[in-house]
């Protein structure tokens, strides 16, 4: 039966749990699954340039036995040339399986609904449960058991952060989110995790004080103040963010050993100072490996899953 991964609302916490047990096989045994995706083909269509997910998804995709075909922004002009309901039928009897990194989330959606071929969200507007997902496993690799953990994630409440606060609610981690006023978490976003919140344990707050996030978090996390497309917004959001730099003095009114997250690319002296993305408490490249393992797992899981 085809089972796509578009949200972090596609796993529960046992899906979870199983995908980090066998990351943590892959990243050990790179190989083991090397027939997972033998004589299987990977769509890889990106609407937005990309480092760690092509690469990671590419060599991940060939450690697994299978081949990628890249379709970038100028090859099909998704959605623009032709419907992308069309799109994912015709790619659907080419390929079997589709990861998409593009602006629009009902772009994925679309194209999930139509493709008969399990289809990973690579990328959108409204989530990132690639880089979420791989970042609590890279937090679980560090620290253990992450329940009852807290993670405090400073800046702007963009796609990144929609991804986190379903997977922090689901592994009963408390989550503390920092953001200036008028840029805020999207309330829905919320509301949905804390209804599994409800059910797990996890505390999930929201504040325009970076300090008092930080204070008791294990892990502090941060992305970048202007995402691609918002360039035009710079300057304005460069003023809002002010304070809310992950600095010397906002990481010294943390816990000490607190751990640094960051999911790259970072503008370095922007949103984080070179002294603590490069500072011994960082793992930001730790975690930039972990897309490679967990991806790959998540990729074995949607194969087997055919099968059933």
């Known amino acids: ?22 990351a943590m096989r892959l990243k050990k045994d790179p190989f083991m699954k090397n027939d997972a995706l033998k004589n299987k083909i990977v769509g890889m269509i990106f609407e937005k340039p990309s480092n ?7 060599v991940g995709i060939k450690q697994l ?14 959605g623009k040339r032709e ?37 990973i969200n690579g990328l959108s507007d409204m989530a990132h449960p690639c ?11 560090k620290l253990g058991d992450v329940k009852g953990r807290s993670l405090a994630f400073v800046g702007d409440a963009n796609n990144v952060l929609n991804s986190l606060v379903y997977c922090t609610a689901l592994v009963s981690m408390n989550i503390f989110i ?38 008791t ?16 917004e710079k300057k304005e959001r460069m003023n ?26 970072a503008h370095r002296n922007e949103e984080i100072t070179d002294d603590v993305i490069e500072g011994k408490n960082s793992i930001v490249f730790d975690q930039a490996e972990n897309r490679l393992h967990v991806q790959k797992a998540v990729m074995v899981k949607l194969v087997e899953q055919e099968k059933k």
């Open 1 to 22: 039966m085809k089972k796509d991964f578009i949200s972090i609302l596609d796993l529960t916490a046992g899906d979870m749990k199983d995908i980090f047990a066998l």
């Open 65 to 78: 036995g299978g081949d990628s075909v890249y379709l970038g922004q100028d090859d099909i002009r998704f």
């Open 131 to 141: 880089q979420a997902l791989s970042d609590i496993f890279t937090i679980s690799e």
């Open 83 to 119: 419907p992308v309901k069309d799109i994912a039928r015709v790619l659907s009897r080419y390929m079997q399986m589709v990861v998409l990194r593009v602006f629009s989330h009902k772009d994925i959606e679309e194209f999930a609904q139509y493709a008969t071929v399990p289809v």
């Open 178 to 215: 920092a953001t200036p006023g008028a840029y805020k978490p999207d309330e829905r976003f919320i509301k949905k995790a804390k209804e599994i919140a409800s059910s797990t344990g996890a505390k999930i707050e929201v504040t325009n004080d970076p300090k008092a996030a930080v204070k």
């Open 240 to 265: 809002a963010f002010r304070g809310f730099q992950l600095n010397a003095d906002l990481i010294g009114a943390a816990k000490k050993d607190a751990l640094i997250m960051h999911c790259l690319p």
């Open 52 to 58: 760690r997910t092509r690469v990671s998804f590419e």
């Open 217 to 232: 978090a294990d892990v502090i996390y941060t992305d970048v103040w202007v995402s691609m497309g918002q360039e035009a």
